[in-house]
């Protein structure tokens, strides 16, 4: 006799979450909420960057006093090392001496990346910069802030429609030596697939687009958590699990290999 087959456990149920509908007066009280979710969150990072900047500027000359500081603390970021893997890059970031971050007053999730540097046999800037400036839209000009400072232009941001990224250029000492010429960043066959090869870090300077975000890397993770990315103590906790998953093998393969050991600086 052929059994009766049953549906598992908690099918109903999933079936009905996922059959769930709003009505128009539920759908505009969750929009609303989002919004003052939105708001709050906005607000708290604003306060935050206000209270977070004497802590950097005590913090500046510390790190700036400990030798390739920002080199090591950079390079210990998974994305940003990917992007520098030429070793002419490394060799030039060595030079690096300082790195800020200048938020804009009025519109802080914009910033201007500041990167400093000791004289080198590489290019005569001592600064090199890079800006992501806040394009208002044309309904700005007439809005008025709030008692937060806030206006709708704000709470409508949008990082890809209302950011242009700048650029300079970049005074090599040799030009048939300068890295974005050696190793330039390639295009992609497709333009929407953003670029095939990223080249010399340094295009990230001399070209107006990130496609690769190295900008909000540096300013949202690198900088504010710089003395823990020098440690070798911040970073991708994925890749990390499967570091120790990959371990975890070796060891069951060869009881007697030593396990490795993650170096800190």
């Known amino acids: ?84 893997s030429h070793n002419a890059d490394q060799v030039a970031l060595t030079y690096l001496e300082d790195l800020w971050v200048q938020r804009d007053p009025v519109e802080p999730r914009c910033f201007t990346v500041e990167f400093h540097f000791k004289e080198n046999p590489h290019f005569s800037n001592t600064v090199l910069t890079k800006e992501y400036k806040w394009v208002a839209p044309p309904a700005a000009a007439d809005e008025k802030p ?14 890809d429609r209302d950011v242009k990224p700048s650029s300079m250029k970049i005074d090599w000492k040799d030009p048939a030596k300068a890295l974005t010429k050696l190793y330039p960043r390639e295009p992609a066959e497709d333009a929407d697939e953003g670029p095939a090869e990223s080249g010399s870090f340094f295009n990230y300077f001399e070209i107006e687009e990130d496609p690769y975000g190295l900008g909000l890397n540096i300013s949202n993770e690198v900088f504010p958590e710089a003395i823990d990315y020098f440690l070798g103590e911040a970073g ?28 800190k600086v």
């Open 1 to 84: 006799m052929a059994g009766t087959k049953r549906a598992s456990p908690g099918a109903d149920k999933q079936k009905t979450l996922l059959s769930a509908e709003l009505n128009d007066a539920e759908a505009k009280k969750l929009t609303e909420i989002r919004a003052d979710l939105h708001r709050a969150e906005l607000i708290l990072e604003r306060n935050a960057q206000i209270m977070l900047i004497p802590v950097y500027e005590k913090r500046r000359p510390i790190v700036k006093a400990i030798e390739n500081f920002w080199p090591v603390a950079l390079l210990n970021h998974t994305m940003f090392a990917f992007h520098v």
């Open 146 to 159: 709030d008692a937060d400072g806030l206006t709708e232009s704000m709470l409508d941001f949008s990082w």
């Open 236 to 263: 991708d906790d994925e890749m990390d699990s499967d570091d120790e998953e990959d371990e975890d093998d070796a060891d069951e393969i060869d009881l007697e290999q030593p396990k490795s050991k993650k170096q």
